[in-house]
Nanobody
Framework: QVQLAESGGGSVGAGGSLRLSCAAS???????MGWFRQAPGKEREGVAS???????FYADSVKGRFTISRDNAKNTVHLLMNSLKPEDTAMYYC????????????????????WGQGTQVTVSS
């Protein structure tokens, strides 16, 4: 049974930083893992993904501000979020695929097989 557990969310002022972590269990290999977010009244959107060989993908809205990384030995993925903006406020979800490669559809919600419960990020102006 694959389980994903997020941590690290919280409240911060604009320009601040947060580091999210996602611990995966039940996996016997490194897979494509990603971070998504969903703001109230909006659809869930892809933020960043990383494949088993650490190739990364980012949404245009977070490029240059967010960095995704992984520790394969610990089956953990991190999302370092710098220069946070109020529009980054959302519930952030960790997701994983049953494959090592993320592919061009890295940002599609229906491309992921497992999801965490989410962690709230609130950025005040």
């Amino acid at each position: 049974q694959v389980q994903l557990a997020e941590s690290g969310g919280g409240s911060v002022g604009a320009g601040g930083s947060l580091r999210l972590s996602c611990a995966a269990s039940g996996y016997s290999y490194s897979s494509c893992m990603g971070w998504f977010r969903q703001a109230p009244g909006k659809e869930r959107e892809g933020v960043a993904s990383i494949n088993s060989l650490a190739g990364t993908f980012y949404a245009d809205s977070v490029k240059g501000r967010f960095t995704i990384s992984r520790d394969n030995a610990k089956n953990t993925v991190h999302l370092l979020m710098n220069s946070l903006k109020p529009e980054d406020t959302a519930m952030y979800y960790c997701a994983a695929k049953n494959r090592a490669v993320c592919g061009l559809n890295w940002g599609r919600v229906d491309g992921y097989d497992y999801w965490g419960q989410g962690t709230q990020v609130t950025v005040s102006s």
